[in-house]
């Protein structure tokens, strides 16, 4: 079994038919993660502060609806892409990363897929990634799906002048 991440962006979509392409009729999950507000307002400057006529249950109600589409959406594109998909949402209490991998070790995955922001340079070392910080903890195959947006362009550098591409 696989574990497939989805959050619904364009590198999420990339990852699923990447995942497809390698393991067509595996069986899978297709994770999203979302997060309390509690969990959100505890990591934030604000604290558990209580925000004036915010009430959280519905905040909390309305993420979980919000992931339970996004899920049902990226098991959807799994299917189509070929997998035996099921879908799973996930409140996480920890990081983003670690809620991964709990999950990758809860459901016994035999690998993770995940796609790329693609964050290079300044940008990478100062925000990190989900990507990164799975496959520095993982203890299975990791597959990082690279942004479509980023791999177009890193196509293009390496071809020449002639049109041919480097080896």
Not at 66 to 89: N, Q
Not at 131 to 149: C, F, K, L, M
Request: proline share 4%; aromatic share 2%; hydrophobic share 45%.
């Amino acid at each position: 079994m696989i574990l497939i991440c989805y959050d619904g962006s364009a590198d999420a979509k990339a990852a699923i038919e990447r995942a497809g392409e390698l393991f067509g009729g595996e069986p899978a999950t297709v994770l999203t993660v979302w997060q309390p507000i509690a969990f959100v307002l505890a990591r934030s400057s604000a604290g558990l502060i209580p925000i004036a006529g915010v009430d959280m249950e519905d905040v909390d109600a309305a993420c979980r609806e919000e992931a339970e589409s996004l899920v049902a959406e990226g098991t959807e594109l799994a299917r189509a892409a070929g997998l035996d998909a099921h879908p799973l949402v996930r409140a996480q209490d920890t990081s983003t990363s670690e809620a991964i991998l709990n999950v990758a070790d809860e459901a016994r995955a035999s690998a993770i897929v995940i796609g790329s922001r693609g964050l290079t340079g300044l940008k990478s070392l100062l925000l990190g990634s989900v990507s990164h910080a799975v496959i520095q903890h993982a203890d299975r195959t990791v597959v990082v799906v690279p942004s479509p947006g980023v791999a177009s362009s890193r196509a293009g550098l390496r071809e020449t002048a002639g049109g041919r591409r480097h080896k």
